[in-house]
């Protein structure tokens, strides 16, 4: 079994540098969270699970080689909080141009696994990156940082290619590895 993901990684240095910046400034409050690495920061179109190698096939040759994208930009902006600053667990930052063009991908995707026989939760989709995950503790101080940070601008990047990744979990963190590609062109 392969726990999978289809995702579009966020790789651009500049904006990269922003998120450090603010994980140092996350880091600095009396909390246990777990940051993404730098290098797995991706969102999220389409969690899998635990998945056969059979279907790792049928996504490739099925799904992923199908999609039809153009390039595009996503800008990301704004620090928040799953479910809600008052209760933080997951932090995000949001993209606040581009969410129209994510989600026609998601779609395609959807279509394209259902077709396949896969089966689908339908929750609503919103289009995040998470940076971090909170594993136990409470501070007023981070819920004032995330109003200042509701606005703060990260950057644009272009969206270029959609990969199904494989997720190994460690006690380090996950491990990720590219098993398809679909360049956008």
């Known amino acids: 079994m392969v726990r999978a993901f289809i995702a579009i990684d966020i790789d651009d240095n500049n904006i990269i540098n922003k998120i450090n910046d603010t994980i140092q400034a996350l880091s600095e409050f009396n909390l246990k969270i777990k940051f993404v690495e730098t290098e797995n920061l991706h969102i999220t179109l ?3 699970g635990e998945i056969s190698e059979g279907d790792v096939l049928t996504i490739k040759e099925n799904v992923i080689s199908k ?7 996503i800008n990301l902006k704004g620090l928040g909080a799953f479910p809600n600053n008052e209760n933080p ?13 994510l989600k026609k991908l998601k779609i395609q995707i959807d279509d394209l696994l259902i077709k396949n026989g896969f089966k689908l939760d339908h929750e ?7 940076i ?4 136990y503790g409470k501070s007023n101080s981070l819920k004032k940082l995330l109003e200042q ?22 006690r380090q963190g996950p491990i990720y590895e590219n098993l398809a590609e679909a360049n956008c062109e």
């Open 67 to 73: 999609l039809i994208c153009k390039p595009f930009n």
């Open 124 to 130: 609503e989709f919103v289009a995040h990156l998470t």
């Open 149 to 170: 940070y509701k606005d703060f601008n990260y950057g644009s990047i272009v969206i270029n290619s959609v990969k199904l990744k494989k997720s190994t979990l460690t």
């Open 46 to 48: 389409r969690f899998l």
């Open 132 to 135: 971090g995950r909170i594993k």
């Open 89 to 101: 667990r997951v932090i995000w930052i949001g993209i606040s141009e581009g969410f129209d063009s």
